[in-house]
């Protein structure tokens, strides 16, 4: 984390876990269990149709309601899907996008993921890009120039206004779910590699500015670990988000000097 330049954000990815009658007794238990101070911004981001709910249950403890995908078109003749401008209509204030689980079961493209964020900033909604490699990729030594790939083609047509509004995850696809962590040197390596892949499209000020996260199987154990890494701005968190205390535990992990 650099708290100096950039916002650290802890952002938990629910998937499709979990009713909307658990989110208040979720809520008060990560009450129970959160640091007095906080350095840092806390999402969750839930299935659409759970977001108003959790922005009621958050407000106490400063939860801000995030979704989890959204339509790359505007309104229309679309059935089931969710619009950017109705995520933004309940109050949604960020969008994941780009999920590895959504490419890979929904075959979202990268043009597909660029779409998507420009329609939540349009509207907006904070989009948090995710990026990251297969374990193919890594073993073929491929990582950085796919994950670079990934976030041009992301980031294609946004100003470095808009720029500051997006958040990147770098969340390898060998590492999700699976309890097999990137180690702080790896996950520090490809983020930093991200951040010069921006400063060479936008310059030092927008690099140094865009808050990069670190996603897959991050936990209550090793998140400070992580977190201590210069260009690991924060974490998106599947399964320790779903423990209100395991999740607690990484919000007081990014309360450490750096
Ligand atoms: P995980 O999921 O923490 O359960 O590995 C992370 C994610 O998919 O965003």
Not at 78 to 92: F, R
Request: hydrophobic share 40%; glycine share 8%; with cysteine.
């Amino acid at each position: 984390m650099n708290r100096k330049y950039r916002k650290t954000v802890i952002a938990g990815n629910w998937k499709m876990n979990m009713l909307n009658s658990g989110i208040k007794p979720f809520m008060e238990e990560l009450k129970a269990n959160m640091p007095k101070n906080r350095n840092c911004d806390v999402v969750l981001c839930a299935p659409a149709i759970m977001v108003p709910a959790m922005i009621k249950a958050g407000k106490d403890c400063k939860v801000a309601a995030g979704a989890q995908d959204v339509s790359m078109y505007e309104k229309g003749a679309y059935t089931g899907e969710i619009s950017a401008d109705q995520l933004s209509d309940v109050g949604a204030k960020y969008c994941i996008v780009g999920h590895s689980e959504r490419r890979q079961y929904h075959g979202e493209t990268d043009i597909q993921v660029n779409i998507k964020a420009k329609a939540l900033l349009d509207k907006g909604i904070v989009p948090i890009i995710c990026v990251g490699e297969s374990l193919e990729q890594r073993e073929m030594d491929l990582t950085m120039e796919y994950v670079a790939y990934q976030v041009k083609t992301a980031l294609s047509g946004i100003d470095a206004a808009k720029l500051r509004r997006c958040i990147i995850a770098y969340e390898p696809i060998w590492a999700i779910g699976t309890g097999k962590t990137a180690t702080s040197e790896q996950a520090q390596e490809v983020c930093e590699g991200i951040r010069a892949v921006i400063r060479k499209i936008y310059g030092a000020r927008p690099a140094r500015a865009i808050s990069i996260l670190y996603g897959g199987s991050m936990n209550a154990k090793n998140a400070e670990e992580l977190l201590a890494q210069p260009d690991i701005d924060g974490g998106l968190i599947g399964g320790a988000s779903l423990k209100p205390a395991d999740f607690a535990k990484i919000i007081e992990a990014s309360n450490q000097e750096c």
